[in-house]
């Protein structure tokens, strides 16, 4: 672990110095030139040449994803009041924890934060904040690309049986291993901007099918006695319904795990900096985010009330050839979204193997590390493919921290804002409100788990 944190010293400008513990030769051995070449291979690194737009589609296809399919669901746990409010609230606070992720990735003159475990190092210390950071940063990424394939799989399954009711049923597990053997494939794509095709489709996409999902629950109009009340009847069932509710809303809200990834990708001098066109391509992002998850949000509760499904595709089964299509488009744009998740991953991954165990870097390393990625969550996805409740976990459990309330803490730790001032409030306030999500959020998650387990048969 320790492998992937990159030296302070290392990233300053000029010439090595002769001293053996210089930072020319901190890493093994190995001289600037060689270091160098490395970080260049590595994927966060290997290219600094994209537009503005591409941090548009790659934070699109980064946030909107399998979480805003649930978002209906996560209505009927928390009602209309308390639903709207947490909804436009974490848009509110997402929106401003990214914003000040953009402003952090160059604070330092001459200095650029590529990786989140970066910024976690200069605002906590070398070792504090590669231990902060990493862990919570894996299990989100790792989560992410599990919940993933299980949707990919889901969403083919349920294309397969739309198009074809008199074929054989299949079982799930067969649909997760297809989907994940186009991830054996574009997970040999070297770098961000090497996948922008596949983002870019996947963005497209998350706007389409999110589209149907609205359009066709407004053509559906409401069901027959619709009900808005709670989906529990029982008080427990209310209060870890709630829970799991908000670690859903809070999964929806995940691209901050990547950004400072993505921003590593555009161009950065003096006189135009990158945070420029990137905070560009996060506006528009949010603004794609905000067309995408309100409409489907209320208007899938609006319409079905609380006997919408977990993913609302599954409650709308009319018309079929819309909703096959639907299904489709989520499967291209989660196989996009795996990707952009997967990249850190990858460069992590890579970071240990080339710079600490010494392999050397090359097509042979990349391919083996990756296929053995990819296969680990087909593995995990074929186990446990609890959807909803994996996204109640992984939202609560590590989303929360490293989206609503980390960033926060590294700007008081790095700016140090007067007290009681608006800044120090307004960050204060997002700690507080992220701590009780990160603590309260994974118990209904963990609960939905449990529930579906009692009645689940492994590699059905």
């Given at each position: 672990m320790a492998a992937v944190q990159p030296s302070m010293e290392m990233q300053k400008q000029g010439p090595p110095a002769n001293d053996s513990n210089s930072p020319a030769r901190d890493?093994?051995?190995?001289?600037?030139?060689?270091?160098?070449?490395?970080?260049?291979?590595?994927?966060?690194?290997?290219?600094?040449?994209?537009?503005?737009?591409?941090?548009?589609?790659?934070?699109?296809?980064?946030?909107?994803?399998?979480?805003?399919?649930?978002?209906?669901?996560?209505?009927?746990?928390?009602?209309?009041?308390?639903?709207?409010?947490?909804?436009?609230?974490s848009w509110i606070i997402t929106l401003y924890t990214l914003w000040q992720m953009v402003e952090m990735h160059e604070m330092v003159p001459g200095k650029r934060f590529d990786r989140y475990h970066e910024l976690g190092q200069h605002a906590f210390g070398e070792r504090l904040g590669l231990w902060?950071?990493?862990?919570?940063?894996?299990?989100?990424?790792?989560?992410?690309?599990?919940?993933?394939?299980?949707?990919?799989?889901?969403?083919?399954?349920k294309f397969h049986d739309t198009v074809c009711e008199s074929c054989k049923q299949l079982k799930l597990t067969y649909f997760i291993m297809i989907f994940a053997s186009v991830h054996f494939v574009l997970s040999q794509l070297p770098n961000f901007n090497s996948i922008s095709g596949v983002s870019?489709?996947?963005?497209?996409?998350?706007?389409?099918?999110?589209?149907?999902?609205?359009?066709?629950?407004v053509?559906?109009?409401?069901?027959?006695?619709?009900?808005?009340?709670?989906?529990?009847?029982?008080?427990p069932g209310k209060v870890f319904g709630f829970l799991g509710a908000l670690g859903t809303v809070a999964f929806a809200y995940a691209g901050h795990n990547v950004v400072l990834e993505i921003q590593a990708t555009i161009p950065s001098t003096p006189e135009k900096p990158s945070k420029k066109p990137m905070w560009k391509g996060v506006v528009v992002a949010y603004i794609v985010v905000a067309l995408?998850?309100?409409?489907?949000?209320?208007?899938g509760f609006w319409a079905f009330g609380k006997t919408v499904d977990s993913d609302i595709l599954v409650t709308l089964s009319r018309p079929k050839w819309l909703?096959?299509?639907?299904?489709?488009?989520?499967?291209?744009?989660?196989?996009?979204?795996?990707?952009?998740?997967?990249?850190?991953?990858?460069?992590?991954?890579?970071?240990?193997?080339?710079?600490?165990?010494?392999?050397?870097?090359?097509?042979?390393?990349?391919?083996?590390?990756?296929t053995v990625y990819v296969a680990f969550?087909?593995?995990?996805?074929?186990?446990?493919?609890?959807?909803?409740?994996?996204?109640?976990?992984?939202?609560?459990?590590?989303f929360a921290p490293t989206t609503y309330f980390l960033p926060c803490i590294m700007w008081l730790a790095i700016y140090k804002p007067k007290r009681f001032s608006l800044s120090w409030f307004a960050n204060w306030i997002c700690i507080v409100l992220g701590v009780l999500l990160m603590?309260?959020?994974?118990?209904?998650?963990?609960?939905?788990?449990?529930?579906?387990?009692?009645?689940?048969h492994f590699y059905q």
């Open positions: 890493d093994g051995g190995r001289s600037a030139e060689e270091k160098a070449a490395i970080d260049n291979w590595l994927p966060i690194n290997a290219s600094r040449n994209a537009k503005w737009w591409y941090s548009a589609f790659h934070n699109v296809t980064a946030m909107v994803g399998a979480g805003v399919l649930g978002l209906p669901y996560a209505m009927s746990e928390l009602g209309w009041g308390a639903g709207v409010t947490i909804m436009v609230l902060i950071v990493v862990p919570q940063q894996l299990v989100v990424e790792v989560g992410v690309n599990i919940v993933y394939m299980v949707t990919g799989g889901t969403s083919l399954k870019l489709a996947a963005a497209v996409m998350s706007l389409s099918y999110s589209t149907i999902a609205w359009g066709a629950s053509d559906k109009g409401k069901v027959a006695d619709v009900d808005y009340g709670l989906r529990a009847t029982t008080t995408c998850y309100f409409p489907v949000t209320f208007v909703i096959a299509l639907a299904n489709m488009m989520v499967v291209i744009h989660v196989i996009g979204s795996y990707q952009i998740y997967a990249m850190p991953v990858f460069d992590m991954m890579e970071t240990v193997l080339v710079k600490k165990l010494r392999f050397p870097p090359g097509l042979m390393l990349r391919l083996i590390a990756r969550t087909m593995f995990i996805a074929i186990t446990f493919p609890f959807f909803d409740g994996l996204l109640s976990f992984f939202g609560g459990f590590a603590v309260l959020s994974p118990i209904g998650g963990l609960r939905q788990i449990i529930l579906r387990a009692k009645t689940y």
